[in-house]
């Protein structure tokens, strides 16, 4: 339920104001369809081995696409974004890529070391789109 806004956590009762505190600052206002399509979906898995092999297949293509600019990064294992080190000041690039239309979040913000890198995400990217943009990528960095 990538991107849905709702999710649920189990633990001892001592941890969940702790959690509680997270949340209201992650989840705040989720819209009401995420919660009554939450609701369906927590009643019929029928959607999650498909869902699976869809987020599966997008890693799999941009991992290969990083792989063919020689980017630096951790392949993710159950995210849906990748965090490469760009090799420049990330907010620069992302500022010049958005421009040839290719959106992606500045690593800086997430911490000191983080300043070289970008987040991209592919929850709710197609291929098609991971391919448009990585030849947009390819083609201004090359």
């Given at each position: 339920?990538?991107?849905?806004?709702?999710?649920?956590?189990?633990?001892?009762?001592?941890?969940?104001?702790e959690y509680a505190k997270v949340s209201?600052?992650?989840?705040?206002?989720?819209?009401?369809?995420?919660?009554?399509?939450?609701?369906?979906?927590l009643n019929n898995d029928s959607h999650?081995?498909?869902?699976?092999?869809?987020?599966?297949?997008?890693?799999?293509?941009?991992?290969?696409?990083?792989?063919?600019?020689?980017?630096?990064?951790?392949?993710?294992?159950?995210?849906?974004?990748?965090?490469?080190?760009?090799?420049?000041?990330?907010?620069d690039f992302c500022m010049k890529m958005?421009?040839?239309?290719?959106?992606?979040?500045?690593?800086?913000?997430?911490?000191?070391?983080?300043?070289?890198?970008?987040?991209?995400?592919?929850?709710?990217?197609?291929?098609?789109?991971?391919?448009?943009?990585?030849?947009?990528?390819?083609?201004?960095?090359?």
């Amino acid at each position: 339920m990538t991107g849905w806004r709702v999710g649920w956590i189990i633990d001892e009762p001592e941890n969940i104001e702790e959690y509680a505190k997270v949340s209201r600052a992650s989840t705040a206002c989720p819209p009401r369809i995420s919660q009554y399509a939450a609701i369906d979906a927590l009643n019929n898995d029928s959607h999650v081995e498909q869902m699976r092999e869809t987020y599966e297949e997008r890693r799999d293509l941009l991992v290969e696409r990083m792989d063919d600019l020689d980017w630096d990064f951790v392949a993710p294992e159950g995210a849906i974004y990748a965090f490469p080190e760009v090799g420049q000041d990330s907010w620069d690039f992302c500022m010049k890529m958005i421009d040839k239309g290719v959106a992606m979040v500045p690593g800086e913000p997430m911490g000191p070391e983080s300043d070289e890198k970008v987040r991209i995400c592919f929850g709710s990217t197609t291929k098609k789109e991971i391919e448009k943009a990585f030849d947009t990528l390819e083609k201004e960095l090359n």
